[in-house]
């Protein structure tokens, strides 16, 4: 079986507590991975991990097997990581179009000089990133705001307007960090049909997410963290019935509260 | 539908309007100079030199969100550069074509580590590199120490001696409309983008594949190129240099104009040169004037930029040209549809 992604006994501790500690996971080409666990269970450090926002103090994250943790952010979107930051971090002053065009940057070359002299390559790879970044709009809904600047987007369509971008460099490997929070019910479907046409084209995708009942039906696997490490691995259905899980998630105030020690 | 979707289009305003801004100046940069009288000349020259280099000020702070109170140092490198250049026997115009080249060269070999800090910080690494070079070139003999470099010879374009101020009138307009139109170009490109992109959120930007040490780096050394090339121009123009002509005020003067043209604009910076140019220009007029005192000149000028700067940020803190904009699509509504 070939691995996309192989993170391998990877720890990250700051000012000397770990928030994710000695994780290991595979996941497959086109595999649809979801990274679940309660609140301050190190799931978006890891994602940081992995996308090279945050450097590891152990362990290794390997891409199409070639060792990425020692990569800067920039070099790993070259090699196809994409990533979808929770919240919206998106480009104030550029239009919503000149932000999807921003996501192509790491598949394309044009620089400062052929900018500077207008070469006819550089006008035609304009173009070409112009029409690829317009279908990346289309597909995640939001084509009418092409020309708008994108800080006047509502939250939904800045949190569009990211998936957007990362889909502009055609990611071999896409992060999704808590996409579903603070979207409204509709807006929340439409990304989920999003993400399940995106795993039938055969994009393998990593889905950081605090909402269980919205990973069970899209993921075909799902992995839990709980303190930083990782509890349970397997299916939707095996992870349901996962006594472990269940504690983590039901359990804390109960089995952790510090009245319980008495 | 489709061809309005592909039309290039720009929060930034670079988009048509832009194209007729710079035709305007353009124009105007080739048919005022004959009109001036001979003492207006010099101060356009000069005017279209600080320009110049308030371009790639702007470029830098308005763009890339960096900020240099050291511009007159990469301006002084250009000078010096071309100038000892020509005193050395090499032809002008190959001394002029190396001015930006040496003073983007040494924007790298400085910003590599410079660029490290961010906001005052590098604004006050840069304001230390300038009076570090010009306490250098102070001590440097082989420059013509604190007496400067003297006997520099007039630019000669194919065969063409550039003797009257006329001639460098129209070299001044050409390197400002060739800085204009470089800036403009790098805006609306993938690299202008990401450096756009960058100062809003790096993290987003280096996670879409933005190299954003070395863009910022580039940037640095582009709006350096800017301030050698004028540099340059300015050596064989008054054919003498001293440190004295690269003062840290002509730093500041730089990001006042800058700020007063209205940062993120590619025009504005132009209109900012002009503006505080024809205002110290006026006042310096006054301040000669018999019965005012010895002082009068230099504490006016000093005045004015500060003045000019707290009138801009309080009255008008986008800057000259983005409200000027704003006044011209209030009178004329409709303009977005057609």
């Known amino acids: 079986m070939t691995v996309r992604l192989a993170v391998g006994g990877v720890s990250r501790a700051f000012g000397g507590v770990y928030a994710v500690r000695d994780v290991s996971l595979t996941v497959a080409p086109g595999e649809l991975r979801a990274i679940i666990g309660p609140n301050g269970a190190g799931k978006s450090t890891l994602f940081a991990l992995i996308g090279g926002q945050l450097a590891t103090h152990h362990g290794s994250v390997t891409l199409d097997g070639a060792r990425v943790e020692r990569l800067p952010a920039h070099r790993r979107a070259r090699l196809g990581v994409g990533v979808v930051f929770q919240g919206a971090r998106i480009f104030h002053g550029l239009t919503a179009l000149e932000n999807v065009m921003v996501g192509a940057h790491a598949t394309t070359r044009a620089g400062f000089l052929s900018a500077a002299l207008r070469l006819p390559a550089h006008h035609r790879e304009e173009r070409a990133i112009r029409e690829r970044a317009l279908t990346c709009l289309d597909r995640a809904g939001i084509a009418d705001w092409a020309h708008r600047p994108a800080e006047e987007l509502p939250l939904g369509q800045q949190r569009a307007l990211q998936l957007a971008r990362a889909l502009c460099a055609r990611p071999r490997l896409l992060l999704l960090d808590e996409p579903a929070s603070g979207l409204r019910a509709a807006e929340r479907e439409h990304l989920a049909g999003l993400i399940t046409a995106l795993r039938a084209e055969g994009l393998t995708i990593l889905l950081v997410e605090h909402d269980v009942a919205f990973v069970m039906r899209l993921a075909d696997r799902i992995t839990v963290l709980d303190l930083g490490r990782v509890i349970a691995d397997g299916s939707p259905a095996e992870i349901r019935e996962n006594p472990r899980v269940i504690e983590a998630y039901l359990g804390p105030s109960f089995v952790r509260s510090p009245h319980g020690a008495s | ?338």
């Open chain 2, 1 to 338: 539908m489709t061809a309005g979707l592909l039309r290039p289009a720009s929060a930034a305003g670079t988009g048509r309007a832009a194209r007729w801004w710079l035709a305007g100046f353009t124009i105007l940069g080739l048919a005022l100079p004959p009109l001036l009288p001979e003492r207006h000349l010099a101060t356009f020259v000069l005017f279209a030199l600080t320009a110049t280099v308030t371009v790639g000020v702007s470029l830098l702070m308005g763009y890339a969100g960096q900020v240099s109170l050291g511009q007159a140092a990469f301006y002084a490198i250009g000078a010096y550069a071309a100038g000892l250049l020509a005193v050395h026997g090499v032809p002008s115009l190959l001394g002029l074509l190396l001015a930006p080249v040496i003073a983007a060269v040494a924007a790298v070999l400085l910003g590599a580590p410079l660029l490290r800090l961010r906001g005052h910080h590098l604004a006050f690494a840069t304001l230390a590199v300038q009076l570090i070079l010009l306490s250098l070139l102070a001590q440097a003999d082989w420059a013509g120490g604190a007496i400067g470099l003297q006997g520099i010879p007039r630019l000669t374009i194919l065969g063409y001696e550039l003797r009257e101020d006329l001639g460098y009138a129209y070299a001044a307009s050409l390197v400002l409309a060739l800085a204009v139109l470089i800036a403009r170009n790098v805006i609306v490109s993938r690299a202008g983008r990401a450096l756009r992109a960058a100062a809003t959120s790096e993290t987003a930007a280096a996670a879409s594949g933005v190299p954003i040490g070395r863009y910022r780096l580039a940037v640095f050394a582009l709006s350096a190129a800017m301030a050698g090339l004028a540099g340059g121009v300015y050596a064989y123009y008054l054919g003498y240099l001293s440190p004295g002509s690269f003062p840290v005020l002509l730093s500041i003067e730089f990001v006042v104009m800058a700020v007063v043209g209205g940062l993120g604009t590619i025009t504005g910076p132009v209109a900012g040169a002009a503006v505080v140019i024809v205002l110290v220009q006026v006042l310096n007029t006054l301040a000669t004037r018999p019965g005012m005192p010895g002082y009068a000149p230099a504490v006016l000028s000093y005045a004015v930029y500060a003045v000019v700067l707290i009138l801009c940020v309080l009255y008008l803190p986008k800057g000259l040209v983005p409200a000027l904009r704003r006044a011209t699509r209030a009178t004329a509504p409709d303009r977005r549809q057609s």
